[in-house]
């Protein structure tokens, strides 16, 4: 646990003062900074949010297309892949797509979505409320490949109140100083 590390890494330290051998603090810190990530990584499965009959409603991005109203709304799901259509407005013209995401079985997290059969982006849910009313998405497009946003999504059951508080923070966190919108 967290005082093994904390014993390990003070050890290396002590060991590095007597000798000041360089390799060891930059294995320490290798083996340090591995096992806090692999002991503290949430286990985050994408199919757990999107995998709803809820809509959900996309209600800050980091996108700068400036849509407005998007909501996912779930057409078929299976193991392997979800089907939903995405509407959204630009200006006064509305969109609905319909959209094929295909999970990576790999990497739990993330989903790569095809529009009439043409790859789009990958979606990466960064974050999850516990009570999965609410998550964070990296949206990286596989049209542009330098471009990419941050979308903070909810549930419909939770759109009349205020998004969980650890969501917003979430997504301020990762975004830093990036320019965000309310969609």
Request: glycine share 4%; aromatic share 12%; charged share 25%.
């Amino acid at each position: 646990g967290q005082d093994d590390i904390h014993i390990l890494w003070t050890q290396v330290l002590r060991r590095v003062n007597q000798s000041g051998m360089e390799t060891e603090v930059i294995l320490a810190m290798f083996v340090f900074i591995t096992t806090h990530i692999t002991v503290y990584a949430p286990r985050l499965d994408i199919k757990e949010f999107v995998g709803t009959s809820e809509k959900l409603w996309t209600v800050k991005t980091t996108n700068r297309e400036h849509t407005k109203c998007n909501v996912d709304q779930l057409k078929s799901f299976s193991s392997l892949s979800i089907v939903f259509q995405r509407s959204y407005f630009i200006g006064r013209s509305r969109r609905d797509l319909r959209i094929e995401g295909v999970f990576d079985t790999r990497f739990k997290r993330r989903m790569t979505l095809f529009y009439r059969g043409k790859f789009i982006s990958t979606e990466t849910m960064v974050y999850m409320d516990p009570d999965q009313s609410c998550a964070v998405f990296k949206i990286e497009s596989l049209k542009d490949w330098d471009v990419v946003h941050y979308d903070l999504r909810v549930t419909n059951s939770s759109v009349t109140s205020r998004p969980r508080p650890s969501c917003p923070h979430y997504f301020n966190r990762r975004i830093g100083f990036e320019p965000s919108f309310i969609v």
